[in-house]
């Protein structure tokens, strides 16, 4: 082989080698980055509601309570159930100015899952004896006028009972009525006994002892043990 022969096939093995330790330092850093973004994840993200961090722990122990609660349920539907319900909560809006100003900020998902176990006990095909329907027991009079209000789709009472529509109409309903009222146990009661049923009796006050109940049993839950490996975490096995 000729010289010149020589140096091409030394320039190329050069190449092949630097291209080869390239790619490694890439796949290093590329695991390093899903490392990050695991830990992220497990510390809390920012929700696009402007909540506090919502992390794996308050997931869990939905998800924990849901299986005690609905042991029925499959595996997806309970899944599907913590994720809808964790939207929901999103949209929860607490007063600035209300008797509980100086008090501790309230958890908006605790607050939720508490009035949802009042309601329900997080059975979805849920159903009163008044005709309130699903999760949030919403009343389809109220539904029909507060989708009607806020331009939001619906045009049967049957779709109460989708976990979805019921959350969204529940909690808007929600918000409605701490716009009307001075105190979320004044909210609570409203919820129950409907905006004029509240002005003329009060309520019942066994109602909103029975969220607060069960709020404060949501405060404390211990998390559970067993932590799910992360989808970013598991993905570097693939790498």
Known sequence: MSETGLIVQCTIRRRSV?????????????????????LLESYGKINPAGNAPANDAAK??????????RPGLSKKEQKDLVLVVERASYHIRFPKKT???????VDKLGFLVGLIQTESQFHTRAKSHKGALGLMQVMPETARWLAKKEG?????AKELYEPETNLLIGVLYLNYLMERTETLEATLLAYNAGLG???RFGGVP???????????????M????????SESLASLFSI
């Open 18 to 38: 630097t291209m080869r330790k390239q790619k490694k330092f890439t796949q290093k850093l590329a695991s390093i980055g899903l490392i990050l973004l695991f």
């Open 60 to 69: 869990l122990k939905l998800h924990s309570l849901i299986s005690k609660t």
């Open 99 to 105: 008797k509980t100003t100086n008090t501790a900020p």
């Open 152 to 156: 939001i789709p619906f045009s049967s």
């Open 197 to 199: 049923g509240y002005k």
């Open 206 to 220: 066994s109602y909103s002892r029975t969220v607060y109940k069960y709020y404060e049993e949501w405060k404390q």
């Open 222 to 229: 211990p998390v559970p043990s067993e932590i799910p490996i």
